[in-house]
T-cell receptor, first 115, second 118 residues
Framework: GAVVSQHPSRVICKSGTSVKIECRSL??????MFWYRQFPKQSLMLMAT?????????EQGVEKDKFLINHASLTLSTLTVTSAHPEDSSFYIC???????????FGSGTRLTVV | AQKVTQAQTEISVVEKEDVTLDCVYE???????LFWYKQPPSGELVFLIR??????QNEISGRYSWNFQKSTSSFNFTITASQVVDSAVYFC???????????????FGKGTKLSVKP
């Protein structure tokens, strides 16, 4: 079945540094990638939607200059958290949708801790 | 606007009990999709089921069953003879039809934490 590989699974970084999270679709072409954020004991909240080769569409309240999304190919999308702060500590998870447009394949998530 | 409500925040049962997780949704679309996901402590999302709005047939998969009722906008999930391994957070989610007939993004409920005690 469809697989999305998400790395790293855990990362600890210092406040003010940037962190890049990668999601790769291994056996299908991900035309659309959704990026979610989940704070402890809360639900998944959509941050942004990106289509291959286009600029990402960000949800209200999500700073596009802080959360940089790149979806340059059909198999790779990245989320870069720039100038990370402790309040950015969260669980980030990607979800890919393929060419046929049905079904979602989730990455395994990245637990980011900013100290 | 679309919305998913999981009124039960936490449920605790003893092993072998049956348990039903409730999900109520709101949407103005006639074409939409409903999902259930399981999230164990490790964090990954495990897909359980996808149902489209035109298929009201109930589904059974082993100890899992789903009851979809459009009349009440509900898509409830029942685990029969629960096991400790069923302990997790369960999310109900909704997506509406997006561009070109494909699915739009997923809207999640707040989740129900199920604890199954031995």
């Amino acid at each position: 079945g469809a697989v999305v590989s998400q790395h790293p699974s855990r990362v600890i970084c210092k406040s003010g540094t940037s962190v890049k999270i990668e999601c790769r679709s291994l056996d299908f072409q991900a035309t659309t990638m959704f990026w979610y954020r989940q704070f402890p004991k809360q639900s998944l909240m959509l941050m942004a939607t990106s289509n291959e080769g286009s600029k990402a569409t960000y949800e209200q309240g999500v700073e596009k200059d802080k959360f940089l999304i790149n979806h340059a190919s059909l198999t790779l999308s990245t989320l870069t958290v720039t100038s990370a702060h402790p309040e950015d500590s969260s669980f980030y998870i990607c979800s890919a949708r393929g060419l046929l447009g049905y079904g979602y394949t989730f990455g395994s998530g990245t637990r980011l801790t900013v100290v | 606007a679309q919305k998913v409500t999981q009124a039960q925040t936490e449920i605790s049962v003893v092993e072998k009990e049956d348990v039903t997780l409730d999900c109520v949704y709101e949407t103005r679309d006639t074409t939409y999709y409903l999902f259930w996901y399981k999230q164990p402590p490790s964090g990954e999302l495990v897909f359980l089921i996808r149902r489209n709005s035109f298929d009201e047939q109930n589904e059974i998969s082993g100890r899992y069953s789903w009851n979809f009722q459009k009349s009440t906008s509900s898509f409830n999930f029942t685990i029969t003879a629960s096991q400790v391994v069923d302990s997790a957070v369960y999310f109900c989610a909704l997506s509406e039809e997006g561009y070109g007939g494909s699915q739009g993004n997923l809207i999640f409920g707040k989740g129900t934490k199920l604890s199954v005690k031995p």
